[in-house]
């Protein structure tokens, strides 16, 4: 436990006491006046009514649309289901630099609408609402959905036998159950949305800004750390509150419900009121989360010859000192890198947690090891930026940073997918190995490793593709001549020029092929046991 202690103690709690220290510590003495001074700004209080309302609303439509598609994948079976449940679930892996820029092919310049009707809504609250709902689909389908179709439909049964209408035993039966779940999806989008960056940066424009959003421009275009720090603070403290009430819904879920088999809830559709929900949810599915990237790809390829491709690998556009396509050899170097780290602590981590003899205090690690899954991205830069910039740990000019920082948000991943396995081997194994000799290396090799194989994998492929699509910490820490693929696609986006868009096209389209390659291979993998996402 003491090296992953070490490396939270440094590469998250030191940066983070970094900021507190930037924002309310002047000439030797505490200001906590400022934090009033900085949220009682105009500008500032428009950030932060913008933030919480775009939230609430996304978190509104993305349940009023997708809570229909949570029954359609609980209760009916129909041809190609498993199918679509991976489409649904592909944008959810998307970096949202990906997610922006397909939208920013749907609805902005030169976009599907633009030629069509003449209509555009980039820079507009309605592109970036519907981005958001775009990511956030799967997140209520799989949270929902996946309790939905555990819940015994015998009881609902029961209740109809007994003279109650259909609408009746639903609410009477069925809603309390899902209250709990529903309530705790709603909690995760609010907290996704509440943070927004990716999507907000490219489909905002100068007019829209989250709290994320403008702690990045006071950092790196204002250049009022104190402000950003102040901001930082503020959205800390609502993040931790969403993880609260967000960890005591999740308890809920847990003890009030007794659960059958999936397998056997869902049936054929019955009836035109089913075949019409049915046709609903697929047309919103096509329209919502597959035209997207299909107009993302077809622009891609609106140059000749694979023109925007072979773009990729020329150094005379101006934007990049190296051509684009080397940005893909970055990510995957930085991602294999923060990989490794993240396998390491996280593992570290998991097999210290699994012990049956484990004190309070180890237990108490893990819900510090989440932490950096509620701080945003950003922060988490920042943080980087202002921390580590000096003796004794100077890591300004040094490649290592930018894994570092993904290792931060992909070690949790490692933890919530190993743990449960580690908890599952059976102890006296280790017990038997041990006492006919075996070395405690050879008791993890022998014992511990072929169970937790294939855990493993599935860990590290999270790890792999939260940091392949990484955006908001590593804006910050990217050397200008070596940017991350999430890095170089917002920069083309930010130049003018019809050659910078389809390159940054096509840069997404690459993106999204590994992210949802990734993904195919991780469902393939996965088990019951292999972890909590």
Not at 208 to 214: A, Q
Not at 370 to 394: E, H, N
Not at 523 to 533: A, I, K
Request: contains cysteine.
């Amino acid at each position: 436990m003491a090296l992953p202690a070490a490396f939270f103690a440094v590469f998250f709690a030191w940066p983070v006491a970094a900021i507190v220290t930037r924002g309310l510590r002047t000439d030797g003495a505490w200001r906590f006046g400022r934090i009033a001074d900085v949220v009682t700004q105009p500008g500032i209080r428009h950030v932060l009514w913008f933030t919480t309302w775009q939230a609430l609303a996304s978190t509104a439509l993305t349940l009023l649309l997708a809570l229909p598609a949570a029954y359609v994948f609980a209760r009916l079976d129909f041809p190609g289901k498993r199918i679509l449940r991976a489409v649904v679930t592909v944008p959810f892996v998307l970096p949202t630099v990906v997610v922006g820029s397909a939208f920013l092919a749907l609805v902005g310049r030169g976009g599907l609408l633009d030629e069509l009707w003449g209509v555009r809504l980039d820079t507009t609250v309605w592109a970036i609402l519907a981005a958001h709902v775009f990511f956030n689909y799967a997140v209520v389908v799989r949270t929902v959905g996946g309790l939905w179709a555990q819940l015994d439909p015998r009881q609902e049964q029961a209740a109809r036998m007994l003279g109650a209408s259909a609408a009746r035993a639903w609410r009477k039966i069925t809603l309390p159950a899902l209250v709990p779940a529903v309530a705790a999806a709603a909690l995760m989008v609010f907290l996704f949305t509440f943070t927004s960056f990716g999507v907000v940066q490219i489909l905002g424009g100068p007019t829209f800004s989250t709290l994320e959003v403008e702690i990045y421009r006071e950092t790196s275009e204002v250049f009022d750390l104190a402000t950003a720090a102040v901001l930082t603070l503020v959205q800390f403290a609502a993040v931790g509150a969403i993880l609260a009430v967000h960890a005591w819904t999740v308890r809920r879920r847990e003890t009030a419900l007794r659960l059958v088999d999936a397998s056997g809830t869902a049936r054929r559709p019955r009836g035109a009121g089913q075949w019409t929900l049915l046709a609903g949810v697929l047309l919103t599915v096509a329209l919502l989360l597959v035209l997207p990237l299909a107009v993302l790809v077809r622009r891609s390829l609106d140059a000749p010859g694979l023109g925007y491709y072979r773009a990729l690998t020329e150094t005379d556009g101006g934007t990049f000192l190296m051509a684009p396509l080397h940005a893909v050899w970055t990510s995957l170097e930085y991602a294999v890198a923060a990989t490794a780290i993240a396998v390491l602590i996280g593992g570290l981590a998991a097999a210290a947690l699994a012990r049956r003899d484990a004190g309070r205090l180890v237990r108490g690690f893990d819900a510090l090891l989440m932490l950096p899954l509620g701080v945003s991205a950003v922060t988490v830069g920042f943080g980087f930026l202002i921390a580590l910039d000096k003796p004794p740990l100077d890591l300004r000019e040094s490649w290592i940073l930018v894994p570092l920082a993904q290792a931060l948000v992909g070690a949790p991943f490692v933890v919530r997918t190993m743990l449960p396995v580690l908890r599952a081997v059976d102890g006296r194994l280790r017990e038997a190995a041990a006492v006919l000799g075996a070395s405690p290396w050879r008791v993890w090799r022998e014992v511990d490793l072929p169970l937790v194989r294939r855990a493993l994998l599935v860990a590290a492929g999270f790890a792999f593709a939260v940091s392949l699509g990484e955006f908001g910490a590593t804006v910050f820490i990217a050397r200008p001549d070596n940017p991350t693929l999430p890095v170089a696609v917002a920069r083309l986006l930010s130049r003018p020029g019809d050659l910078n868009y389809g390159q940054a096209m096509a840069l997404s389209t690459i993106l999204m092929v590994v992210c949802a390659a990734a993904l195919l291979v991780l469902e393939r993998l996965r088990t019951d046991r292999t972890g909590e996402f």
